[in-house]
């Protein structure tokens, strides 16, 4: 019975980790070229950025630049990817 507790915590947790809640921002600019965007955003904890900022991230695949443009509002996640903070993921606000 413990094992199957164990079994089901560790579940939820990495459920927890993988659903990590996607940040508010605004895109500010974008380089193509460069494969970049700036985005204005709030905080992003898991990064351990506590007050929001604007930026300049790498962006994971160049095609995401095509889904958005400057002012849009977006919902995005980012990561450590290879040292560097990286969109991972990238959503037009509703």
Do not use: Y
């Not at 895109?27 to 070229?33: A, G, H, L, M, Q």
């Amino acid at each position: 019975m413990r094992k199957m507790t164990l079994v089901a915590a560790s579940i939820l947790v990495l459920s927890a980790v993988v659903q990590s809640p996607m940040v508010n921002g605004q895109v500010t600019k974008i380089d193509e070229s460069a494969g970049k965007i700036t985005l204005k955003h709030g905080p992003i904890k898991k990064l351990d950025m506590n007050e929001g900022m604007t930026m300049v991230f790498r962006v994971q695949d160049p095609a995401m630049l095509k889904q958005v443009k400057v002012g849009d509002r977006v919902r995005f996640d980012a990561d450590r990817v290879n040292g560097q903070i990286t969109v991972t993921r990238i959503e037009k606000a509703r």
